[in-house]
């Protein structure tokens, strides 16, 4: 089974609208981490906004927010206000467990995003 | 520098030719990580250094790879006798510390390198 699901190869928005990108993750560790990361056309991985499976709220980053809904097991990105430079690739990611066992990420397959003048 | 540093930015060999992929990461930053991302994939995880420490090699595809952090600083990810499905972009990743017990550390990624086997 795939830990990380994305289900939208490609998502169009019009600039200063909000979008929606989604993720679903699949673990049975209680203890995990779930990244979001931008990969515009340059290639560069640029880490946005992070959420821990003990946060008791929904991580903010500026115009970047989680929408974690631990049941669900889904951690959606959600942009606002979106602009020409979000255009890229975006990557949802999942550490599992804590301690020594805590490193590695595992990637979804990626959202390509563009915005619409 | 202030960030993850990869050279060569883009690398072209023949099938069959050796190859060495360099990293260098932000400084004093523990953990470092390679990572292999197809065209039109995510990243996918290779091996993971902690100082000097190759503590997991499980994503190495293959006994041709091969990754070393002999000082704990820059690290090299050398592939033996490339294949055409060697060619991907290779992304190394640094973050600042040992597993603190949290899962919130990021990973901070460079460029990654750009390889072609024809």
């Known amino acids: 089974a795939q830990k990380i699901t994305q289900t939208q190869p490609g998502m169009f928005v019009q600039e200063k609208e909000a979008v929606t990108l989604d993720c679903t993750y699949d673990?049975?560790?209680?203890?995990?981490?779930l990244f979001w990361y931008k990969q515009p056309s340059s290639g560069e991985m640029i880490f946005l906004i992070y959420?821990?499976?003990?946060?008791?709220q929904n991580a903010t980053e500026g115009r970047y927010s989680l929408n974690f809904q631990k049941a669900r097991k889904s951690a959606n990105l959600v942009i606002s206000a979106s602009q020409l430079g979000d255009s890229a690739m975006y990557f949802c990611?999942?550490?599992?467990?804590?301690?020594?066992?805590?490193?590695?990420?595992?990637f979804g397959k990626g959202t390509l995003l563009t915005v619409n003048p | 520098g202030a960030g993850v540093s990869q050279s060569p930015r883009y690398k072209v060999a023949k099938r069959g030719q050796d190859v060495a992929l360099r990293c260098d990461p932000i400084?004093?930053?523990?953990?470092l990580f390679w990572y292999q991302q197809a065209l039109g994939q995510g990243p996918e995880f290779l091996t993971y250094?902690?100082?000097?420490?190759?503590?997991?090699k499980s994503g190495l595809p293959s006994d041709r790879f091969f990754a070393e952090r002999p000082e704990g600083s820059v690290s090299t990810l050398k592939i033996q006798r490339t294949q055409q499905e060697d060619s991907a972009v290779y992304l190394c990743?640094?973050?600042?510390?040992?597993?603190?017990?949290?899962?919130?550390?990021?990973?901070?990624f460079g460029d990654g390198t750009r390889l072609s086997i024809l």
């Open positions: 400084s004093g930053h523990v953990s």
């Open positions: 990743a640094s973050s600042l510390g040992y597993s603190l017990g949290d899962t919130g550390q990021p990973q901070h």
């Open positions: 990611a999942m550490r599992e467990g804590r301690g020594g066992s805590n490193y590695k990420l595992t």
């Open positions: 959420q821990g499976s003990y946060d008791q």
């Open positions: 673990t049975s560790d209680p203890s995990y981490g």
């Open positions: 250094f902690q100082n000097e420490a190759q503590l997991d």
